[in-house]
């Protein structure tokens, strides 16, 4: 159930039950491709920095260990230790992502594995099979994610493919939702709104897919080569023909600016790696901007990575000094902490949102938040 608290202009807070409990939106859900977060982070972790849900993904854990393992050990759930809700990605991002690695028919798309070579077919049916396997709360549509910057008879195609492939999910899901050894049998569905940067096919799409009465609304095929202003744009004309009272999902997207830009205009669901790959990298968050943790200027700085923040590594009072030698070193506890802290960030990146929301003053949140931003930390 989807409980729509209040708006500001377009911003929407928002609260979703779930059978592995409540979300609070806008929320920015931690992507743990492959059942982990890269950086060494446990189900543990995340509880500690307040994540509210993980998100998977379904090509890759077919691929390995093998979504049938992972059912017969009793759901992801339970194989990851996690408890709190997980929403798992249909794999349809692969058909963009492995273009060189695919074939796509009315069917569905032939990949070879990115690890060993081997043939897989996925369509509609398979991938809501192995989501089921998985048991995750949410799982995604099977789509294709044409190129944002494709030709508009390719997207006409693409996207009226992507639409019949909806409906097979859908039928899909309710049947195996249906059957008694099901992982998770109030499993939800979120259907996805492509459209590369068309906003004629996007709006289309979007009064399509908004007839069918699903769990939740995505907008995917962004962030994938197009202008932040693009983006933007497409957002503004797009949105307004989503069902305002069922959760809306910017795939894929993004960085702080982005999530506060998308929640303005109607996103409240988010995922990137943009955290937990910046934080491998020594690229750490902070209200004022990126710290580069491995420029020389922090080789004897004793501050945390930003004052007053809560997360295990700035609250242990490790310092820049000491982040820097560990990443320079190459120590794995430096990508540990950097990912650490950026999730930390974002989680509560989100929650400052939340309280501007429920306050009614969102706006002059969204202002202030972003000049400090951009005054850069460097």
Same mark, same amino acid.
């Not at 949140?365 to 400090?372: G, N, R, S």
């Given at each position: 159930? $989807?409980?729509?608290?209040?708006?500001?202009?377009?911003?929407?807070?928002?609260?979703?039950?779930?059978?592995?409990?409540?979300?609070?939106?806008?929320?920015?859900?931690?992507?743990?491709?492959?059942?982990a977060i890269k950086g060494g982070l446990s189900a543990d972790d995340l509880r500690t920095i307040e994540t509210q849900v993980a998100l998977c993904n379904t090509y890759h854990l077919h691929v390995r260990p093998g979504d049938a393992?992972?059912?017969?050990?009793?759901?992801?759930?339970?194989?990851?230790?996690?408890?709190?809700?997980?929403?798992?990605?249909?794999?349809?991002?692969?058909?963009?992502s492995l273009s060189d690695l695919r074939s796509i028919k009315e069917e569905g798309v032939t990949f070879r594995s990115h690890i060993d070579g081997h043939k897989i077919f996925m369509g509609p049916e398979e991938s809501m099979q192995i989501q089921s396997h998985l048991g995750s709360?949410?799982?995604?549509?099977?789509?294709?994610?044409?190129?944002?910057?494709?030709?508009?008879? $390719?997207?006409?195609?693409?996207?009226?493919r992507t639409t019949r492939w909806l409906a097979r999910c859908k039928t899909e899901m309710r049947r195996l939702n249906q059957l008694e050894d099901t992982v998770n049998p109030h499993q939800l569905l979120f259907g996805i709104n492509q459209g590369a940067i068309i906003p004629d096919i996007r709006i289309d799409h979007a009064k399509q897919i908004s007839e069918m009465e699903l769990d939740g609304y995505a907008v995917g095929g962004l962030a994938v080569g197009e202008t932040h202003a693009q983006m933007y744009d497409i957002l503004d004309q797009t949105v307004p023909y989503l069902p305002v009272d069922k959760p809306t999902y910017?795939?894929?997207?993004?960085?702080?600016?982005?999530?506060?830009?998308s929640v303005d205009r109607g996103i409240d669901f988010f995922d990137c790696v943009y955290p937990s790959r910046n934080g491998r990298h020594g690229n750490l968050y902070t209200k004022k901007g990126t710290v580069h943790i491995k420029?020389?200027? $922090?080789?004897e700085d004793p501050r945390p990575i930003e004052e007053g923040c809560g997360c295990p590594v700035c609250r242990g009072g490790y310092s820049r000094a000491y982040l820097r030698h560990l990443y320079k070193a190459q120590e794995a506890l430096g990508l540990r902490m950097g990912v650490l802290h950026n999730l930390y960030y974002y989680n509560h990146l989100m929650e400052d949102i939340r309280n501007a929301l429920d306050e009614g003053r969102f706006a002059s $949140?969204?202002?202030?938040?972003?000049?400090?931003m951009r005054e850069g930390e460097g």
């Open positions: 159930m $989807y409980e729509l608290i209040k708006q500001e202009g377009r911003a929407k807070r928002a609260r979703m039950t779930t059978v592995h409990g409540t979300i609070e939106t806008p929320v920015f859900m931690n992507v743990a491709t492959a059942g393992l992972v059912h017969r050990m009793g759901g992801l759930h339970k194989f990851m230790r996690w408890d709190r809700p997980i929403l798992t990605d249909s794999g349809g991002f692969q058909v963009f709360t949410i799982a995604m549509a099977f789509d294709e994610c044409p190129s944002a910057l494709a030709d508009r008879e $390719y997207v006409v195609r693409s996207v009226d910017l795939m894929g997207v993004g960085t702080p600016e982005n999530i506060i830009e420029s020389a200027r $922090y080789a $949140y969204k202002k202030a938040a972003l000049e400090e």
